[in-house]
């Protein structure tokens, strides 16, 4: 250790979506400025910096996917593109001064609880391979859930080989890696994969027809349809001028969207929804399809995809779809797992991201996250942002935070909100450590399994990332179950009785009484049932009255 280390109260990691939104909260909340965000990338933006394919866009109402206190009347489309979001990003950061916070090209390689200092010893690396240290109060992990590619067995040490040494020696990379793309023009690609990434670039990249695009896959998708439409200069200008007009629509979409959720767990409208899923897929894609493409598992059991064209692709004679999944290389292409070979110029792995491991050693009390997480059979947190034996360790977007209908910039906005009230005591020198309780942690988990990974959960009804395990077969460690409205709910504040706290002498003690999860939350669910039920009930009640009035009313619903 060397004999001077600098200090600072907060080091976040990653310079993403959650790392700059929680730095914009430190300076706009708290009017604190001592904190430091290492980033292993060259700017900002994370995800929407790495994803730079064709075509990438969210599949969330960009207005909800934007901080709610820097609402951009001048998006042009339902949903952004990937350079517009990055920009979105890169101007917040000049706007709140946080380039001078990062260190870019640098990597967190461990940070490890000091109990006499009541600190994190952080190591840092940059890219020519030095080594930095300091010492922070507090640590703020958002590293994101979707920022290191996941490979099919084998692929990942094949492509770190030399070229000399592969046994495939085409170019291929992954998806998340588009700037190691080579020109398409005149080649046949392999992709492999078919879930969100690859539906947004296969038809953009089969709209020349001189590029033949083969499509290598296991398992069919849930598609729905959104719209990507323009908003008017009326629109965009009402959105900046009329006071609540934006505000009142960011609230619209997130409450539409959160009760059609609602919709779709409690009543049964999610049988509907599976029907029309359903009658969608098989109107939009080619006949010679049908026997494959509809899912045998329910919505819900992976993410559904925003059809943005893919299904349209198919009908292309430069776009064919293989069902047997990728097996390995052959010297000219791809192996199938039925023993086809499928000769390729070029291949792109749209096989998603590793999401059931920690790659940061952050050490606590009694081992790393990454133990801890192996000994709860896969990633566990106390609402996806603390965990135990862990003092002043914050995560965002952690464990079973992903809301398929949901905004992440909105659920990492809560989780930022909950963070501030538990450090601030850190801070202003009141506590020198805070962290949940195991009994806390076990009690939120033990409620949120029984709906995610019990024999009727949907999750269970397939393999997916949203599971736990190589095989993507353990627990559903990645969503959450109920509407987002819920998660605001459980993190509107602390409930400080669930949380080991300790002053500046390290003495122990109690800063509120203990409220754990399960007791605040079926009263809301509760509410939340009745709500749906009352609507669905007086929608049924008002369909019977007209039809008494208006003869064969209702009868084709």
């Not at 990434?197 to 709209?207: C, E, L, N």
């Not at 709906?451 to 095989?471: E, H, I, V, Y």
Request: charged share 20%; with cysteine.
């Amino acid at each position: 250790m060397p004999n001077e280390v600098e200090s600072v109260s907060v080091v976040i990691i990653g310079a993403g979506i959650g790392g700059l939104t929680f730095a914009i909260a430190l300076k706009r909340k708290l009017r604190f400025d001592d904190f430091i965000i290492y980033e292993k990338a060259d700017d900002v933006g994370g995800t929407w910096r790495d994803n730079c394919y064709p075509g990438c866009s969210s599949d969330i109402p960009i207005h909800w996917y934007s901080l709610y206190s820097d609402l951009d009347p001048e998006w042009p489309n339902v949903l952004g593109y990937q350079p517009q979001i990055e920009a979105y990003w890169q101007k917040l950061s000049r706007k709140y001064g946080l380039y001078k916070k990062i260190s870019f090209r640098t990597r967190v390689i461990s940070a490890e609880w000091d109990s006499q200092k009541n600190m994190y010893y952080v190591t840092a690396q940059s890219g020519n391979g030095n080594e930095t240290y300091c010492w922070a109060k507090v640590v703020v992990s958002a590293v994101g859930l979707l920022s290191e590619p996941a490979y099919p067995p084998g692929v990942e040490e094949e492509i770190t080989r030399s070229l000399d040494t592969r046994v495939f020696k085409g170019p291929m990379w992954h998806s998340s890696r588009w700037c190691e793309a080579v020109p398409l023009q005149g080649k046949t690609v392999g992709v492999i994969g078919n879930a969100a990434s690859a539906a947004q670039f296969i038809p953009i990249i089969s709209k020349d027809p001189t590029v033949k695009v083969v499509n290598v896959c296991r398992t069919p998708n849930w598609y729905i349809s959104l719209p990507n439409s323009t908003y008017s200069n009326v629109t965009k200008w009402a959105f900046a001028h009329v006071p609540l007009t934006m505000r009142g629509y960011y609230y619209w979409v997130s409450f539409r969207d959160d009760f059609i959720f609602c919709l779709r767990k409690y009543t049964a409208f999610g049988k509907l929804s599976l029907r029309a899923a359903k009658e969608y897929i098989l109107a939009r894609s080619p006949k010679k399809y049908h026997d494959k493409i509809v899912p045998d598992f329910p919505i819900g059991c992976k993410r559904y995809i925003v059809d943005v064209g893919y299904l349209d692709s198919l009908h292309r004679d430069n776009v064919e779809v293989n069902w047997n999944g990728f097996k390995e290389f052959y010297s000219d292409g791809v192996l199938t797992g039925a023993g086809e070979q499928i000769p390729v110029d070029a291949i792109i792995f749209a096989t998603g991201f590793k999401v059931s491991e920690y790659l940061v050693r952050v050490v606590g009390t009694n081992g790393s996250i990454q133990q801890f997480y192996l000994s709860q059979g896969g990633p566990t947190a106390h609402i996806g942002t603390t965990v135990p034996t862990f003092p002043n360790f914050f995560m965002l977007y952690g464990p079973n935070t992903v809301m398929g209908h949901g905004s992440v910039v909105c659920t990492v906005e809560c989780q930022v909100g909950y963070v501030l009230q538990l450090l601030s005591p850190i801070l202003d020198g009141r506590l020198s450590s805070v962290y949940v309780t195991q009994e806390a942690c076990d009690d939120y988990n033990t409620y949120m399994q029984s709906q995610l990974s019990s024999p009727n959960s949907p999750m269970m009804k397939c393999t997916s990332w949203f599971r736990a395990g190589p095989d993507q077969s353990g627990k559903v460690i990645s969503t959450f179950p109920d509407p987002w409205l819920a998660f605001w709910w459980y993190l509107r504040r602390p409930a400080w009785g669930d949380f080991e706290c300790y002053d500046r002498k390290s003495r122990r003690i109690a800063l509120g009484a203990s409220q754990h999860w399960r007791d605040i939350s079926r009263p809301f669910s509760g509410l939340f049932l009745d709500i749906i039920n009352a609507c669905v009930s007086g929608f049924l009640r008002a369909r019977r009255m007209i039809s008494n009035f208006v003869p064969g009313y209702g009868s084709e619903l």
